[in-house]
T-cell receptor
Framework: DTAVSQTPKYLVTQMGNDKSIKCEQNLGHDTMYWYKQDSKKFLKIMFSYNNKELIINETVPNRFSPKSPDKAHLNLHINSLELGDSAVYFC??????????FGDGTRLSIL | AQSVTQPDIHITVSEGASLELRCNYSYGATPYLFWYVQSPGQGLQLLLKYFSGDTLVQGIKGFEAEFKRSQSSFNLRKPSVHWSDAAEYFCAVGATDSWGKLQFGAGTQVVVTP
């Protein structure tokens, strides 16, 4: 009965590879988000979708491409992974002006 | 654009003692304010929120926070900490004109000693 679930929890891969992280929420929320938390625990929003429409797109390299097949899912695909992409990526969701609910994160390590 | 500052990177407190975590924000209008807690290896859990109304808000796990417009602050307090309160605490501010774009502080790590 997890509210916001991300897969995988851990992802270890080589530089240059392409990988995807999946996120699903069962809260019926209309908005979903991706955040990046760096090694110093700093959290920064990357993208947000509202009802499958992109509404927030921060200055993120275009190697990062979010996709929202429906309002319950928001996936993140990353091309040509670089060392600096190593971080914890959090998915979150919210309904209108209510607070955001976060998943447990995906720890991405680039070798 | 909004911003938020958590002046204390690290706080050590004895179990049973009181705790206060500072948060200062910068925003032209009345912001939405939040405190989240992150335990090791976990996601962020909402402790409390301020949207409007009573400036003293109660949250989960015995936490409370007070919004002080004159000081642009939203400090988090707990009268008596438990060992399980050891975690990273984040203050966040949201703008009324761009709801979902939360700006997070750098976090305060709380260590609880016996």
């Amino acid at each position: 009965d997890t509210a916001v679930s991300q897969t995988p929890k851990y992802l270890v891969t080589q530089m240059g590879n392409d990988k995807s992280i999946k996120c699903e929420q069962n809260l019926g929320h209309d908005t979903m988000y991706w955040y990046k938390q760096d090694s110093k625990k700093f959290l920064k929003i990357m993208f947000s979708y509202n009802n499958k429409e992109l509404i927030i797109n921060e200055t993120v390299p275009n190697r990062f491409s979010p996709k929202s097949p429906d309002k319950a899912h928001l996936n993140l695909h990353i091309n040509s992974l670089e060392l600096g992409d190593s971080a914890v990526y959090f998915c979150a969701s919210s309904q209108s002006s209510e607070p955001q609910h976060f998943g447990d994160g995906t720890r991405l390590s680039i070798l | 654009a909004q911003s938020v500052t958590q002046p204390d990177i690290h706080i050590t407190v004895s179990e049973g003692a009181s705790l206060e975590l500072r948060c200062n924000y910068s925003y032209g209008a009345t912001p939405y304010l939040f405190w989240y807690v992150q335990s090791p290896g976990q996601g962020l859990q909402l402790l409390l929120k301020y949207f409007s109304g009573d400036t003293l808000v109660q949250g989960i796990k015995g936490f409370e926070a007070e919004f002080k417009r004159s000081q642009s602050s939203f400090n988090l307090r707990k009268p008596s900490v438990h060992w399980s309160d050891a975690a990273e605490y984040f203050c966040a501010v949201g703008a009324t004109d761009s709801w979902g774009k939360l700006q997070f502080g750098a976090g305060t790590q709380v260590v609880v000693t016996p």
